[in-house]
């Protein structure tokens, strides 16, 4: 089945500055890509997603970038806020199959 | 519809008790999945539905675990004899059960603690 690496399971960035979140996935049947947001006491977010047949995809300061052929995938946060501070998973899915989550990013904002 | 509805928030039990958790799900979403999540990990896959039909079950879903879609809305997760490790945020999520995959919408989760 597929398995899905997240790193770094701690990130902290100056507000303004980027962040970066990298995942790889294991199953090359996978062709969906969500990332999702979580804070504190509440489910998963779904914030930004990407599918195989595209190599790029961009929502504002959410960027997200796919590699088939290396089976990575990541997350690119512009000019970062205080309320950016959350935990974010990637995750993967064959075609219509469930999806699997990486294990998270605590991601801090600092003032 | 105000998206994935999860009663209760929080579960306190005792060892060995019975306990179960109820999800509705969007309303015109075919599909329903339960996910496990515990302190700094990801969701873990539990088992899924589509309408009525349960069509997957993980191998965390020991026999103790059962779920049910009785009538293709809402959901129950119900765990026998529970154990201090069943402790943990169990998650609902439902999409519209389209081909391509669409991003599932979670509920805020029932937070067990057995005890």
């Known amino acids: 089945g597929e398995n899905v690496e997240q790193h770094p399971s701690t990130l902290s960035v100056q507000e303004g500055d980027s962040a970066v979140i990298k995942c790889t996935y294991s199953d090359s049947a996978s062709n969906y890509f969500p990332w999702y947001k979580q804070e504190l006491g509440k489910g998963p977010q779904l914030i930004i997603d990407i599918r195989s047949n595209v190599g790029e995809k961009k929502d504002q300061r959410i960027a997200v970038t796919l590699n088939k052929t290396a089976k990575h995938f990541s997350l690119h946060i512009t000019e970062t806020q205080p309320e950016d501070s959350a935990v974010y998973f990637c995750a993967a899915s064959p075609w219509d199959d469930k999806i699997i989550f990486g294990k998270g990013t605590r991601l801090h904002i600092l003032p | ?115």
């Open chain 2, 1 to 115: 519809d105000t998206g994935v509805s999860q009663n209760p928030r929080h579960k306190i039990t005792k060892r060995g008790q019975n306990v179960t958790f109820r999800c509705d799900p969007i309303s015109e979403h075919n599909r329903l999945y339960w996910y496990r999540q515990t302190l700094g990990q990801g969701p873990e896959f539990l088992t899924y539905f589509q309408n009525e039909a349960q069509l997957e079950k993980s191998r965390l879903l020991s026999d103790r675990f059962s779920a049910e879609r009785p009538k293709g809305s809402f959901s129950t997760l119900e765990i026998q004899r529970t154990e201090q490790g069943d402790s943990a945020m169990y998650l609902c999520a439902s999409s519209p059960g389209r081909i391509p995959n669409y991003g599932y919408t979670f509920g805020s989760g029932t937070r067990l603690t057995v005890v």
